[in-house]
């Protein structure tokens, strides 16, 4: 069995390592961080050339399954993984971790973009502690009133805000080391996609203990009509069943 899974996840890399050596498996990477964490298997770097492109990929070389495990937001890859399954007919199986939910004590902010994110800001605090990764930034590029303390795994491209300090780091995160990076910082803002998880949650804790308003930007929606997992266990049983 061949399982392509387009990945640059956690999850995507421990299905490899679940399936692996038992299945042939090949992960697809986009090739935005510099130096990632590689999983079992084969492996590619670079886009597909759209959801033809994928599709034809598929066919050539003879794709049992195919699983879209990147990350929530990398939503054009997805709906070009909906589109060349159908095309090619080959199964397919998002695998999304949970989103976040508000617990008792959070004081969360819900956008839809990260345009909508910076438009709430200002209202909000004037030291962000911004999480939403380096791409997009120019969002947030206007608000020279603000002092944002961005974070990423690597370098962000511009236009940035005027006021901005990169903090180049890579999860998981502690509870106490986000408890200190708040307060060395005197952040009073947190900016952050609902990418779910637990590598990056603890920052949701320590804005809850601190006080702190937290602007959460809504993942987009899974393809309409595709078979979603939560977990890694649930989609390597799934792949198995297909295998036979």
Avoid: Y
Avoid at 9 to 29: C, D, F, M, N
Avoid at 36 to 60: I, Y
Avoid at 201 to 210: F, G, I, S, V, Y
């Amino acid at each position: 069995m061949h399982v392509l899974i387009l990945g640059g996840t956690t999850e995507a890399r421990r299905l490899a390592e679940s399936l692996h050596p038992g299945a042939r498996i090949t992960t697809s990477l986009a090739g935005r961080v510099a130096d990632p964490r590689l999983p079992p298997g084969e492996v590619r770097v670079g886009g597909f050339g759209g959801a033809e492109g994928l599709a034809q990929w598929l066919r050539a070389h003879r794709v049992d399954a195919l699983v879209d495990a990147t990350h929530p937001f990398a939503g054009t890859i997805s709906f070009n993984a909906a589109s060349a399954a159908v095309t090619a007919q080959v199964p397919l199986l998002a695998l999304r971790r949970p989103g976040w939910i508000a617990g008792e004590g959070d004081d969360w902010h819900s956008a839809g973009s990260l345009e909508e994110a910076a438009g709430i800001l200002p209202a909000l605090g004037r030291r962000v502690f911004l999480t939403t990764g380096r791409m997009g930034l120019a969002a947030f590029a206007g608000l020279d009133e603000l002092w944002f303390l961005m974070r990423s795994v690597d370098p962000p491209e511009p236009p940035l805000p005027s006021r901005t300090e990169v903090l180049l780091d890579r999860g998981p995160f502690t509870l106490e080391r986000e408890r200190e990076l708040l307060r060395r910082h005197r952040i009073d803002v947190l900016v952050t996609k609902d990418s779910g998880g637990a590598a990056t949650a603890p920052k949701l804790t320590a804005a809850r203990e601190a006080g702190l308003p937290v602007v959460v930007v809504r993942r987009p929606p899974v393809p309409e009509g595709v078979l979603v997992a939560a977990t890694v266990d649930e989609a390597a049983a799934r792949l198995r069943q297909l295998s036979g």
